[in-house]
């Protein structure tokens, strides 16, 4: 059974950073390439970077190009993102995604 778990989040000052983690099992993590995806409130998803496999490629919505960082370590079965420089409009549900499977999201809010 695949499982994604989230872990991470919480509350941070505009300008501040948060580093999320996502704990896979149930299948080769090494093999697939994952995303995070997020939800703020009201909206629709919105997808925020991907890596591949081997972690040597990655991409990322312009609304975070150069503040956030996707990583993966394979010997963990664990997916990064560290967010610097956040911002309001960062505020979400984050989740991680491979293939057709989610977790359950970690909540970011970014707040004063």
């Known amino acids: 059974e695949v499982q994604l778990v989230e872990s991470g989040g919480g509350l941070v000052q505009p300008g501040g950073s948060l580093r999320l983690s996502c704990a896979a099992s149930g299948f080769t993590f090494s093999s697939y390439a994952m995303s995070w995806v997020r939800q703020a409130p009201g909206k629709g998803l919105e997808w925020v970077s991907a890596?591949?496999?081997?972690?040597?490629?990655?991409s990322y919505a312009d609304s975070v190009k150069g503040r956030f960082t996707i990583s993966r370590d394979n010997a963990k079965n664990t997916l990064y993102l560290q967010m610097n420089s956040l911002k309001p409009e960062d505020t979400a549900v984050y989740y991680c995604?491979?293939?057709?499977?989610w977790g359950k999201g970690t909540q970011v809010t970014v707040s004063s």
């Open positions: 890596i591949n496999s081997g972690g040597g490629s990655t």
């Open positions: 995604n491979v293939i057709n499977f």
